[in-house]
């Protein structure tokens, strides 16, 4: 039988998908009713005939995302006054989980249809990747004005940089990081990277680090609040000023969640154990070239040096996650794990971590002062295959799913100026009062 939390885990990843899929659903119709394929066989009128149907779709499109909005509000209101009950959003999509926060839909799809021209496309109607980029724009505006954001929490690979990379000085995520601290918003990448020493840690994010030493010594940053918890959630590495690598690691007592403390070191290697027996049958069955790699808490597979075979398919990874998922779940392991293969652009490897980010964000939000899930956005990649896991920060707080370390820089941006628009739109001071520059960096949002 399947353990409450892997079910929980399994269900929210499930409804993220089904979610996206049932609003594209939605948005399908008034595509295929009011898209004007057949406009090229006019073509003096082409353009008058799309010009007047543009604003017909656009409504329909924002009337819809706007009911959504409404069955999400309503779905809030229900989980806290009937628990037990579904609601009307539950009874139309059976996997709806709960929401932290609700959701500025019609606004992000008119934010979102200014960038992607949604509305103005007459063969292709709006995709996964447009609700999925609405749905992030609306968790954002949400955050922002039912704020404040009081803590942000990063995946590495994809989202802060490409598969395998590192967080390289000069990249624009780092400057988008240190405005983050400037702020006061607390940042945390929450990585399944595990390592013993903090140099590996060292190596893929040095540069922010030593930029926030950097602009501390400028007098930018007083006390920036910035952690990585790695290895999922089994190591805590925080900023030190006196370090030569400018981190310091946190001894496990100081951080670890009540549940954390309770597990035994037998449970961890009996764990591992059955992991490393369903890795070798997987090995042998795929006919992998594959070595096994034990760390202190995680095991995994990744090729043989000097293979022939230096490349697994997807299929053969996510066969791997799921025997492995399986074997696990039906000894009837007490403590949590996460079963996952690398970043979706390529990864190459699989691993089983004790523990998984649901933790790794709540260590996050406890060691920053109990900050609540409603004022935490989560950003990864890894929502979809069978292999990812990033879907179980969901339990812990509101997410955004991005696809590259561009839609990251991207959606950062967005933060940025939904925050100038919202704090101009409580502010008494007329905006023609307000600097010329401020009104030409919000106008580029």
């Excluded at 009011?34 to 924002?62: E, H, M, V």
Aim: with cysteine; net charge neutral.
């Amino acid at each position: 039988m399947l353990r409450p939390d892997i079910i929980g885990s399994l269900v929210a990843h499930l409804c993220h998908y089904q979610q996206i899929e049932w609003i594209k659903g939605l948005l399908a119709v008034p595509f295929v009713l009011l898209s004007q394929p057949t406009a090229a066989y006019f073509p003096d009128g082409a353009g008058n005939i799309l010009a007047a149907k543009k604003p017909q779709a656009q409504q329909r499109y924002a009337q819809i995302m706007r009911d959504v909005e409404d069955l999400i509000n309503d779905h809030i209101a229900h989980q806290k006054k009937h628990p037990d009950k579904p609601s009307k959003l539950k009874i139309l999509v059976p996997l709806v989980s709960s929401f932290f926060t609700p959701l500025r839909l019609e606004k992000a799809f008119f934010f979102q249809d200014e960038q992607r021209r949604i509305s103005s496309r007459r063969f292709v109607g709006p995709s996964f990747n447009d609700v999925r980029l609405i749905l992030n724009t609306a968790q954002v505006m949400s955050l922002v004005e039912d704020g404040p954001i009081q803590l942000v929490t990063f995946d590495g690979d994809v989202t802060l940089y490409h598969d395998g990379g590192i967080l390289a000085p000069g990249s624009p995520i780092v400057s988008k990081l240190l405005v983050l601290l400037a702020q006061g918003t607390k940042v945390a990448i929450v990585t399944a990277a595990g390592y013993v020493d903090n140099e590996g840690y060292s190596l893929r994010f040095s540069a922010l680090f030593e930029e926030v030493f950097v602009q501390q010594k400028l007098g930018a940053l007083s006390d920036p609040g910035l952690i990585i918890v790695g290895g999922e959630s089994n190591y805590l590495i925080t900023y030190d000023r006196a370090s030569p690598l400018r981190m310091k690691r946190v001894p496990r007592r100081e951080w670890m969640l009540p549940e954390m403390l309770a597990w035994m070191e037998h449970e961890i290697e009996d764990l591992l154990c059955v992991a490393r027996e369903a890795l070798t049958d997987c090995i042998t069955n795929l006919g992998l070239a594959a070595q096994i790699v034990r760390k202190e808490r995680a095991i995994g597979i990744i090729p043989i040096p000097g293979s022939t075979v230096m490349r697994f398919t997807r299929e053969q990874l996510e066969e791997t996650v799921l025997v492995t998922q399986q074997k696990l779940d039906l000894s009837n392991q007490r403590l949590p794990f996460c079963v996952f293969n690398g970043g979706v652009a390529g990864g190459n490897d699989v691993f089983v971590d004790i523990g998984d980010k649901r933790l790794g964000v709540m260590v996050c939000q406890k060691y920053f002062g109990g900050i609540e899930g409603k004022s935490t956005l989560h950003v990864g990649d890894q929502f979809l295959s069978a292999g990812a896991n990033d879907f179980k920060a969901r339990l812990a707080c509101t997410t955004a799913w991005i696809a590259s370390p561009e839609e990251t820089a991207q959606l950062l941006d967005e933060l940025q100026a939904h925050r100038s628009r919202h704090e101009i739109s409580q502010s008494p001071v007329k905006k023609e009062n307000r600097p010329l520059q401020l009104q030409k960096e919000i106008g580029k949002g």
